[in-house]
């Protein structure tokens, strides 16, 4: 049963644009908090930005913020990840989340779905 499903990956080149995309076919998670989340090659997944239930708040880690802008549709079932000036450090899987609260929070044990990520590279 596929929960959340990640596109938009790719290959970009450092200073390059990509757009994430997280659909929920079939369930809503409006009443949710969403993150995304990101695992580089052998690095632990580690939080990149999240957002309440009701797109107010956003949160993001220190290593994207400025340049990743988390936002959502719930009338879609969508959460999007702009992501701008993108480094090659920025490599990596990026997984959606749904939070098992309104609020975001930025742990692993904070979400409960989890997509199967999709692959961003970034060329330096």
């Known amino acids: 049963q596929v929960l959340l499903r990640e596109s938009g990956g790719g290959l970009v080149q450092a200073g390059g644009s990509l757009r994430l995309s997280c659909v929920a076919p079939?369930?809503?998670?409006?009443?949710?908090?969403m993150g995304w989340f990101r695992q580089a090659p052998g690095k632990e997944r580690e939080f990149a930005a999240g957002?309440?239930?009701?797109?107010?708040?956003?949160s993001y880690a220190d290593s994207v913020k400025g340049r990743f802008r988390i936002s959502r549709d719930n009338a879609k079932n969508m959460v999007y990840l702009q992501m701008e000036s993108l480094k090659p450090e920025d490599t990596a899987v990026y997984y959606c989340?749904?939070?098992?609260?309104?609020?975001?929070?930025?742990?692993?044990?904070?979400?409960?779905?989890w997509g199967q990520g999709t692959q961003v590279t970034v060329s330096s």
């Open positions: 957002i309440n239930w009701g797109g107010g708040i956003t």
């Open positions: 989340a749904a939070g098992r609260g309104v609020v975001a929070g930025s742990e692993l044990d904070d979400y409960y779905y």
């Open positions: 079939g369930r809503t998670f409006s009443m949710h908090a």
